[in-house]
């Protein structure tokens, strides 16, 4: 069974007074007069501060999915998992320093026209078509399954059943044009979210006793976030060498993060924006993690660590909060699989037919092509979560990293050799988004399912796999830059180079008193 036995009518009652206001604020939202300011609501035109460039980040990063996987992974093994926010930083420091006045001297809006600039129509395309495979798995499947584990978990239902009632509500959403309304409310939701977590942090370690007995009641290595070599699940090796990969590929190169630095006033507010969500990720111990571990000792031994996070709300919350915060989790996962089939719909229907297919296709034309396209969408990501479902001896955070592990390693190989060496060509490029893309998913196909790591003790550890493969696209990609007899470059690109600005004083300021916060946070959680 479910946690819905735990459920009482004051909780019903609020679930459904919840989803009545989000239905009426949806209809009204798609039967208002359009004023043509639409428009300026997603283009943000250059406007953004700091402040918001950071808030809209760390609200894309964290998610409900975030926060069910990170409870799990604090229950099982303590803080190390806060490494996959903290290690970060150095990452984003690339993004405002290396990447971001790149991108913003070429003057473009996205990511694939960028890579066109350089090496053309050709690499545009398929970078398009590894963006359309990126939204499918990463963003629409995994936030599905967050989603679906959720539900099965309240109603205890089957995953396909809940994954199904998901996909409804969301188009039932957006058939109300409900996603406008949930835009709307969604950064409500988010420090709705943020102050949820922050009460369980403060309930749990009233129940526990305080922080000093929390950290006698846990295993020691629980507060390190260095693990020796032969810790069989984050050894700092893997941690070390592998999520860089995934972190410059995230932070670096995706369209849904990189869109906030593109819509900054000028490059100092991006870059101190993007410095701004290094600092917010140093609350994901307090307000993520650490829920795990106080599940951990007021409820040890639950048979699956992924259930962490709504044992500590049905639990800890009086009657009438577990409504709200489940109705608030599923809402704002029904708000990011919307988004995500919507930036689906758009990538394909703009870049793949308008552009390759049918250039002279009506407005008609388009919106059909565009609803088929999330019909599509919603198919692959039902079979797709059944598939994820399937994996075995991995927890919610794991299955996450390791499929973002083995979509990254061409993107980030590409990328890297763009901006720092100019003598990167377009074969090389070609070859690492095309094939190296069908080899890097193959071997993720291989370890998650065909010949699983928790039956299979050949395979190295999933981190490692993915930096291995990076390593490998990289040497074959310089490999066939160097042998390449004609090599192409574009006098756009040259430009473009003249107008980057140089980081001022306050940027380096703001990332140099980063720096010494985090060197400090791993010299404080290594010395035990």
Known sequence: MGIIERLTPLDYFIVGLYLV????????????????KDETLFLANKSLGWASIGFNMWGTNVGPSMLLAFASIGYT???????????AFIFLF???????????????STMPEFMGNRYGDSTQNILAWYALIKILISWLSLGLFAGGFLVRQILGIPMWQSVTVLVAFAGLFTFFGGLKAIAKVNVF?????????????????????GIGTLYHATPGHFWNLVQPASDPQYPWYAILLGYPVAAVAFFCTDQSMVQSVLGAKNLEQGQLGVSFIGWLKILSLPLFILTGVLCYVLFPGLKDPNEAYMTMVT??????????????????LVGTIGSSLNSLSTVFTMDVYVKKINPQATNKQMIAVGRLTVIAGCIFAVLMVLAIDGIKGLNLFDVFQAVLGFIAPPLSVVFLLTVCWKKTTRKAVNFTLSIGSALSLGVGVCYLWIWPAAENSFWPHYLVLSFLIFVG???????ISLVDTNPSFYEKNEMHEANIQQPS???????????????????????H
């Open 94 to 108: 690339l993004l405002a320093i290396v990447f971001a006045p790149k991108y913003l001297a070429a003057k473009v």
């Open 21 to 36: 206001i989000l239905v009426i604020i949806g209809y009204r939202a798609s039967f208002s007069k359009r004023s043509g």
């Open 473 to 479: 696209l990289l040497l074959l990609a310089i490999l």
């Open 505 to 527: 004083r306050k940027v380096w300021a703001s990332w140099i008193a980063l720096a010494l916060i985090m060197i400090g946070l791993y010299i404080f959680f290594n010395g």
């Open 189 to 209: 939701q988010m420090i709705l979210l943020i102050g949820v977590s922050l009460s369980l942090t403060i309930l749990g370690l009233y129940k526990v006793g």
């Open 315 to 332: 639990n800890l919350f009086p009657p009438g909060m577990n409504g709200l915060v489940i109705v608030v989790l599923i809402a704002v």
């Open 77 to 87: 093994t303590g803080i190390v998992a806060v490494n996959f926010d903290w290690y």
